[in-house]
């Protein structure tokens, strides 16, 4: 019992993560339009950015607010450095789809080279707090403290996007944006400023995964941003590729399976079990499990 209690948790921590990355996929592709190939960077950058705040900012290094503080610094430069990118590289390619893919696909290489290059290759351990580090009883279970960590900001991260689509003016904007871009603008709204916080938050979303990402594998990489994308696209096309709940569910799919699968069957498995479940949801869901049946 015990073992499945922690494979539970361990597979909803790691289903967090992937929805941390794959919520920002979904809200840019699902309300831009746009298949960001760099949203991995903006993981690698917060993973970064988190680790170095903690290294050289005054107090950040020390557990509980100045852990915060670190993943705080992390976060807001993922978030001005997805902003930028937005305003100077993507925002004059609305529309011409194979150029985004171009740019998103060359950016994601030259930002992971740049992290390459200022910091090396090596992976280096991230400094987490001894709280994270520490278990809690469950069922009987022995279950890390960073579990929880991840699984409460993935559930706030959820509600706060549905809450800000439905309930603010610029979610409503960005709403009427998606569709009739034009007749928004022929009503003297600025759909572009909207726009930009959306490609913003996603940028936040993944520079928040990363520095989460850090405190789970213990470690931060250049190259661990685009591993993780790898499962967010997967996870986003099974939850339907603009729906910020169905990535919600297929993320603890995907992160229930493969650690189940890893456990009972053998290390490597859970990996092919995930793309087995992509491929059964494309043959008989090709929408996703978030579309309609007609």
Same mark, same amino acid.
């Given at each position: %019992?015990?073992?499945?209690?922690?494979?539970?948790?361990?597979? *909803?921590?790691?289903?967090?993560?992937? $929805?941390?990355?794959?919520?920002?996929?979904?809200?840019?592709?699902?309300?831009?339009?746009?298949?960001?190939? #760099?949203?991995?960077?903006?993981?690698?950058?917060?993973?970064?950015?988190?680790?170095?705040? !903690?290294?050289?900012? /005054?107090? #950040?290094?020390?557990?509980?607010?100045? @852990?915060?503080?670190?993943?705080?610094?992390?976060? #807001?430069? &993922?978030?001005?450095? #997805?902003?930028?990118?937005?305003?100077?590289?993507?925002?004059?390619?609305?529309?011409?789809?194979?150029?985004?893919?171009?740019?998103?696909?060359?950016?994601?290489?030259? *930002?992971?080279?740049?992290?390459?290059?200022?910091?090396?290759?090596?992976?280096? /351990?991230? /400094?987490?707090?001894?709280?994270?580090?520490?278990?809690?009883?469950?069922?009987?279970?022995?279950?890390?403290?960073?579990?929880? *960590?991840?699984?409460?900001?993935?559930?706030?991260?959820?509600?706060?996007?549905?809450? $800000?689509?439905?309930?603010?003016?610029?979610?409503?904007?960005?709403?009427?944006?998606?569709?009739?871009?034009? %007749?928004?603008?022929?009503?003297?709204?600025?759909?572009?400023?909207?726009?930009?916080?959306?490609?913003?938050?996603? &940028?936040? @979303?993944?520079?928040?995964?990363?520095?989460?990402?850090?405190?789970?594998?213990?470690?931060?990489?250049?190259?661990?941003?685009? !591993?993780? *994308?790898? $499962?967010?696209?997967?996870?986003?096309?099974?939850?339907? %590729?603009?729906?910020?709940?169905?990535?919600?569910?297929?993320?603890?799919?995907?992160?229930?399976?493969?650690?189940?699968?890893?456990?009972?069957?053998?290390?490597?498995?859970?990996?092919?079990?995930?793309?087995?479940?992509?491929?059964?949801?494309?043959?008989?869901?090709?929408?996703?499990?978030?579309?309609?049946?007609?």
């Amino acid at each position: %019992m015990s073992t499945v209690v922690l494979l539970t948790v361990t597979g *909803l921590g790691l289903a967090a993560l992937y $929805f941390l990355v794959a919520s920002g996929l979904s809200l840019i592709f699902g309300l831009m339009g746009v298949l960001n190939f #760099a949203h991995g960077a903006f993981l690698t950058i917060g993973a970064y950015g988190t680790w170095w705040a !903690s290294e050289n900012l /005054p107090g #950040a290094g020390s557990g509980g607010w100045g @852990f915060a503080l670190a993943v705080a610094f992390g976060v #807001a430069v &993922g978030t001005v450095v #997805a902003a930028l990118i937005e305003l100077l590289l993507i925002r004059p390619l609305y529309e011409r789809h194979i150029e985004q893919v171009l740019v998103t696909v060359g950016l994601s290489l030259a *930002l992971v080279a740049l992290v390459r290059a200022i910091w090396g290759a090596d992976p280096r /351990p991230f /400094p987490a707090p001894a709280w994270a580090e520490d278990t809690t009883s469950v069922l009987g279970a022995s279950v890390p403290n960073d579990r929880f *960590l991840l699984i409460g900001s993935a559930v706030v991260v959820l509600l706060a996007v549905l809450a $800000f689509l439905r309930y603010t003016r610029f979610g409503l904007v960005i709403r009427a944006g998606v569709e009739n871009r034009s %007749m928004v603008t022929a009503l003297g709204i600025d759909v572009r400023r909207a726009f930009t916080l959306v490609f913003a938050l996603g &940028g936040a @979303f993944a520079a928040l995964a990363g520095a989460l990402g850090g405190v789970y594998l213990g470690s931060i990489s250049p190259g661990q941003g685009t !591993s993780l *994308l790898i $499962f967010a696209f997967i996870v986003v096309v099974i939850g339907g %590729m603009s729906s910020i709940t169905g990535a919600a569910v297929a993320a603890v799919l995907v992160g229930l399976v493969q650690q189940f699968a890893n456990y009972y069957a053998a290390s490597g498995v859970g990996d092919l079990s995930v793309v087995l479940l992509l491929a059964v949801v494309l043959l008989t869901r090709p929408g996703g499990l978030t579309a309609r049946v007609a």
